[in-house]
């Protein structure tokens, strides 16, 4: 770059204000591309040049050495930059969307250093905006709304002086003469303004409309993969999970949790049945699939379909977790997928399978919402569904051994549950750790015989092997227990720390298939609330999870929720009126409905009173100026084109108009105002009553006011 | 009055609206993030739609609710010398409640516009303004334009404000460095015949006593016997002088002819307006009009509302009044020797 005397050419053309107006684009240049550095979206030298060059432009600026280059210059510039963004373009990123944000901000970067026409400053706006929404565009995480706020703010100030400065083009010593100019636009009106058009952008963002699905791919980019839902689950992987402490869960109960809490909040996703090679799997193929399709309509969860139907509503979210399973409470009965959670409403279908999942057609990437029906006790899962598989030993001694031992006394077979308790109740005596170490293919024989030490998936896996060493048919599930609870409002979060695992043991035809939880309690998570330290990370969380549920994921079924819900509201509401009307104690035939009427209207026209009445509000004021405000109001009553602002001289020749009768105490009265006003002097005494009689004696001589 | 009228007051009852370049470059970007978002399913570029949107909306009521409820009032001085700027008062009041921010009032087209930063609802604004009017006669300032780009110049939305001001331009008086002596004086008249006065002539020389002035003093004569001696002067007053000014303009006059009719008429006020300084009763002869000699502020007014309305005359009109007593007779214009 150079400066002015260096290289201004020719045809600059003074441009008043541009020092102002070069400072103010600098300000928004410094902004727009700020996503850019957590997006990923293009190189951090990158960045990192264009800020040192627009630092060291600004700081020209902010000394009056204001950069114009030359044609040359910018010739040489361009020609210099095509081939590396041409090169960039065809084998180095190969990104379309690098490339323009490359151009984007050479281009603002050059334009801004070789300003010559008003023309060339309006259209350095413009390629900032393009900048500002090309960044946008590049970032998934909720953060954006907030910077998008920054910059609305920011960019409000500057254009409300921008186009000041536009306007005094022709008179620039306006600016600095008026004071009041200078200070806009003022923290009030700045604020107000943005706000309202935040506001108005709330709707104006629920009701545009939709053609395509939301656009969320890279929501995920960054985030560490987790593992435990999917068809296969490596216990050695699966404890991972639980260092996680993402929002995996939201759960808003319809009615408190009180003292099932704990029952309520273990939530069953994955059960699997198939052991093969140290992997939980999926039972094999033609354990039969049903598919159960439904939209808006609730499905029972379990296979009987006993027990749909009724309960406490549970609403959950569900954000992706790479899983194509819905976690759903044990004590479920039934669940229904929002509209909203489809891309394409009428479509939406779920499978449920021989152990009770519920599956995805395909797994989601973005948040979903379902709502569970739940009651007080467990509906008893009798099909016997994948049970035969789950009954297959793994056939290690070692397991058999210890499970003989632990069961002496007791007939597996005759009485599987009595044996599932008593495997259950020497495990939880053994000892609880997170410790993620592979234990190589023997790992559960070691815990079992000598270690004694895990985690729920650790414990979980040890007795079902060993329930079917002795012949009883146990499921391994995964899912979550307990969670946090909100600071806001009554919902848990439930987070990657809430995953266990644990059993569901066939227990017969008549008990069908029972869960046991083999963890040590201390291993069990529960239901927590977190100290107020932590309750920041909750509303960071809750912005997330708003932003990924509310705003990325915002689609056509959620507009059709969103219809749906308020046509409903609005349903309930003509009900509800509908049904007040036809009460049988306002059925009073024709004189209560008049009276009604007749009520109605006096309270219109009170309201109205009162709010034409608000601009002649004489409370607080000295006895001459509420005289004066009286006078004025009786004068526009009259018909005078008067107004609160109107000067002293307009109120008196509008009171002149009305004859000498009247025009006489409207000058004393106005006389009295000035004399109070301006002149400082404080009321005499019987100054009040004097003007009160003036008043009466000027109602009483006004006639009507003349037409023009 | 037609529908799309009756539409169109309801909704710009008087306000006239202009996208600027940048609103125009707004509504661009808006169309093109539209596009974008719809094609893309991007929720934040719908965000973004739909906030612009929303500024778009604010940015459009605000606009139109600074610029509606502001009274606007220009006050100037009775008189009015064409091509003297003048200072008016430009007052605006806001009737709104809500407070009036970067307005900007325009009396012509091409003057510059006056800023009125912030007015507080209730409050009256004022600011000085210089005008020039160019021409003498009947000058209208009909109407103001109040408008604004505010708040964030996406519109320029205004009013024009009918003033229905119209003013008397008197014409611009030229200057007479030496206004030529009675023709009588001329011919030998005694200064000491008349009273004392104000005039240009001495009268008499005496003693100086209490309460002269001692602008009168005479200094060489004071040098000359050593005491103050002061002039008194003749009075001018009672004398009167007619300006005539010839107003037939010829048939192959052209408008060379016109600017030197108008230069006359300037050299007329100039010569009444001196001449009533001297202390003379003045009248005017235009062309076949006569105003009669006279004096004081009110006669003055007369005269140059004479002279800022005078127009040339097509055909030569009566001969004018005699005036009886006596009369010097000043000739305005350097015709005829050129326009004659």
Known sequence: MSTRNATSPPDAEPIPFLRERLLALGSLALLAPVPLFFSNALELAVLVVYLGALALFLLRVRRHRIPRLGNRVLNLAGLLYVPV?????????????????????????????????????????????????????????????????????????????????????????????????????????????????????????????????????????????????????????????????????????EEPLGENARAVLRLRTLALSRWEGGIWKKPSKGEGTGVVAGNAAFIP??????????????????????????????????????????????????????????????????????????????????????????????GSSALRAFALETLRGIDPAAHPEEAARAIESVLRGWTYELDLQPRGPNAVEDFVVSRRKGHCQTFATAMALLLREVGVPTRFVTGFLGGEIGAFGRYVLVRGQNVHAWVEVWCGEARGWVTFDPTPSVGQPGLESVPLAQRLRQVTDGLEFFYDRFILSFGQGDQAELLRRIREATGGALDLLHRAGAAPALRRGPATGAAVAALLLAALVFLGRRLRGARWRTRGLEPASAAYRRLQKALHRLGAPLTPASVPAETLAAATALGPGAARPAEAIVRAYVRESFGGLAAADGEERRLRELLDEFRGAAGRFPAP | MTFGARLQKLLH???????????????????????????????????????????????????????????????????????????????????????????????????????????????????????????????????????????????????????????????????????????????????????????????????????????????????????????????????DALVALDTLRPRAADAEWDKAFERSVSEAAGLALRLLARGSRVGLVLGGALVRPGSGPAHRRGLLRALALVEPAREPGPAPLAIPGSVAVYRAGPWPEKAA
């Open chain 1, 85 to 253: 963004v041409v090169m960039d373009a065809r084998f180095g990123s190969q990104s379309l969307l690098k490339t323009m944000l490359h151009l984007l901000l050479f281009t603002t970067l050059f334009k801004l250093a070789a300003i010559r026409k008003e023309h060339d400053l309006s259209l350095a706006l413009v390629l900032l905006g393009m900048l500002f929404v090309a960044s946008v565009s590049t970032s998934f995480h909720y953060a954006i709304l907030l910077y998008v706020l920054v910059v609305a703010f920011v960019a409000w100030g500057v254009l409300v002086r921008w186009a000041l400065w536009r306007d005094l083009a022709t008179a620039p010593e306006e600016w600095s003469r008026d004071r009041a100019a200078r200070a806009l636009p003022g923290r009030g009106p700045l604020v107000t303004s943005v706000l309202s058009a935040v506001l108005l952008a709330v709707p104006l963002f629920l009701f545009l409309p939709r053609l395509k699905a939301p656009y969320v791919r890279g929501a995920e980019t960054g985030r560490e993969i987790t593992t435990g839902f999917s068809e296969n689950v490596d216990p050695d992987l699966f404890g991972v999970l639980k260092q996680n402490d993402r929002v995996f869960l939201r759960i808003t109960s």
């Open chain 1, 301 to 394: 969860l379990a296979p009987s379909g006993r027990g749909a139907g009724g309960g406490v509503a549970m609403t959950i979210d569900l954000t992706p977790i790479q899983t194509r399973y819905l976690p759903y409470p044990l004590l479920g009965n039934a669940l229904r997928l929002s509209e909203g959670s489809f891309r394409n409403p009428g479509l939406a279908y779920l499978e449920r399978d021989a152990a009770r999942n519920v599956r995805l057609p395909r797994e989601p990437d973005r948040t979903i919402q379902y709502t569970v029906l739940y009651g007080m006790r467990e509906v008893p899962d009798l099909a016997r569904g994948d049970a035969a598989e789950a009954g297959r030993a793994a």
């Open chain 2, 13 to 239: 009852p008087g306000i006239l609206v202009r996208v600027t370049n940048i609103g125009l470059g707004f509504i661009l970007l808006t169309l093109v993030v539209a596009v974008a978002a719809t094609n893309t399913g991007n929720n934040g570029l719908y965000v973004l739609v739909s906030l612009f949107l929303g500024a778009l909306v604010v940015s459009g009521v605000v606009s139109r609710r600074n610029v509606e409820n502001v009274a606007v009032a220009l006050d100037g001085p009775a008189e009015i010398f064409a091509g003297v700027p003048v200072r008016f008062t430009l007052r605006l009041t806001n009737l709104g409640r809500l407070p009036r921010r970067a307005l900007l009032v325009k009396i012509s087209s091409a003057a510059a516009p006056i800023l009125f930063g912030r007015i507080d609802p209730g409050r009256t604004a004022e600011r000085g303004v210089d005008l020039v009017f160019p021409k003498r006669g009947r000058r209208s300032i009909e109407s103001l334009l109040l408008y604004s780009g505010y708040p964030i110049g996406l519109f320029r939305k205004g009013r024009v404000h009918p003033l229905e001001d119209e003013r008397l331009v008197y014409p611009a008086p030229t200057r007479v460095p030496y206004v030529p002596p009675d023709p009588r004086e001329a011919e030998g008249g005694d200064p000491r015949d008349r009273r004392q006065g104000r005039g240009a002539e001495i009268r008499n020389l005496r003693e100086a006593g209490f309460g002269d002035d001692p602008r009168d003093v005479h200094w060489p004569q004071t040098a000359r016997q050593g005491k103050f001696i002061v002039k008194e002067r003749a009075s001018e007053e009672g004398r």
